[in-house]
C-alpha cells in the first residue's frame, strides 16, 4: 500500500530519530516501560489478547478482499499523503 516516496519518508524519519542524542535513552526508557507493563499482565489477559489478535487476523482475511470502495481507497491514499506532508515538516525541522 505505501509507495516509495512514503517508504523514504519512513526511512528518514528512523534516521533522523537515531541522530538524535536523547533517542538512545528514550529507547531504553520504553524498553523500561514494556517490560514493566508485561509484568503486571496475567496469563489470561495474554491469552485472550492472543486470541482476539488471532479472530481479527482471520475475519479481516476473509472480508477485506473485495470489501473496500474506491472512495475508501481514494480517502485512505489521501489521508497517508496528508500525514507523509506532516512527516517532511517534522524531519525537515529537525535536520536544521
Known sequence: MWNSEQKNIWQDIKD??????????????VSKLINEFKSKVSQFEKDS???????LKLNWAKTKRNNVSQFEKDSIKKDLNIISEFIKKVINRFKR
Open 16 to 29: 533522523t530519530w537515531y541522530e538524535q542524542p536523547q533517542s538512545e535513552k528514550i529507547n531504553i526508557q
Open 49 to 55: 489478547i492472543n486470541s482476539d489478535i488471532a479472530t
